[in-house]
């Protein structure tokens, strides 16, 4: 099956910083997604990127599908960026593997 | 905005209860899932569905039962709870016919004793 891979694993960074974190795939895909989970422990949709580049704010995304991996920039870092970072694959509407994301803390 | 709630945040409930984990989504979702997620273990999927009354198992339904009697809500139901069930659960729901883009609820934190 495809393996999503994410890295760094973990990251600490001091407010104010800029950062990126990378997720490589094994396979093509049909859909990709980074979600933010919080502290709480909900998944927070941040982009559906299959291709391309989108931006939200201080957050954007590229997916580079032909090379198989995805971006996420997170600028200006803000201590309630804090929490894990995942990306998940769609190999189909039911298969969709994630990462076992990356762990960001930011430090005032 | 899409919603999927789940209706319990926190449970604690003891070896041997029958336990049911509530989801219910707002937008009209073909597609509803329940994961559990453990630390080191990630996220792993419990059981699918696909359409009311429809089912497929996940990587590990072992002791676990859903079921899907109306479109917008998904429960999973624990039979017998063990210890080892004690852990996280998320709800997720998704639609067929538009992108398949994943919505999680808040997720239910379940404790067996």
């Known amino acids: 099956g495809i393996q999503v891979e994410q890295s760094p694993p973990d990251l600490i960074l001091q407010e104010g910083a800029n950062s990126t974190l990378r997720c490589n795939f094994s396979d093509s895909v049909n859909n990709l997604q980074w979600f933010h989970q919080n502290p709480w422990g909900q998944l927070i949709n941040l982009f559906y990127i299959p291709s391309g580049t989108k931006q939200n704010g201080r957050l954007s995304a590229t997916t580079v599908a032909t090379e198989r991996y995805s971006l996420l920039y997170i600028s200006s870092s803000q201590t309630t960026d804090s929490g894990v970072y995942f990306c998940?694959?769609?190999?189909?509407?039911?298969?969709?593997?994630f990462g076992s994301g990356t762990r960001l803390s930011i430090r005032p | 905005d899409v919603k999927v709630t789940q209706s319990s945040r926190y449970l604690v409930k003891r070896t041997g209860e029958k336990v049911f984990l509530e989801c219910v989504q707002d937008m009209d979702h073909e597609n509803m899932f329940w994961y559990r997620q453990d630390p080191g273990l990630g996220l792993r999927l419990i059981y699918f569905?696909?359409?009311?009354?429809?089912?497929e198992k996940g990587d590990i339904p072992e002791g676990y039962s859903v079921s899907r009697e109306k479109k917008e809500r998904f429960s999973l139901i624990l039979e017998s709870a063990s210890t080892n069930q004690t852990s996280m659960y998320l709800c997720?729901?998704?639609?067929?016919?538009?992108?398949?883009?994943?919505?999680f609820g808040e997720g239910s934190r379940l404790t067996v004793l």
């Open positions: 569905s696909y359409d009311v009354k429809m089912k």
């Open positions: 997720a729901s998704s639609s067929l016919a538009d992108t398949g883009e994943l919505f």
């Open positions: 998940a694959v769609h190999s189909s509407a039911s298969k969709i593997i």
